[in-house]
């Protein structure tokens, strides 16, 4: 819709994608590394704990401005 029709790729064809998938079946599923696990989970944290912070910092605003201001 915004670009540029010369900017967006074309559809992937049905022939495509099953291609892709019968590759996928025959390969050979990833192994993990050393200190892969914390690093998934340190990715978790970088991305999750701001939106937890934002709405848990709303939360407690709100309930602040409640029953403190409101409450008298």
Known sequence: MFLNKK???PRM???EADAIIERAKTEAPLELEKGDIPAMMLAAVIVFLPFILILGGSMVF???FI???WGG
């Open 7 to 9: 900017l967006k790729r």
């Open 62 to 64: 709100l309930w602040w």
């Open 67 to 69: 029953f403190h201001i």
């Open 13 to 15: 064809t049905r022939k």
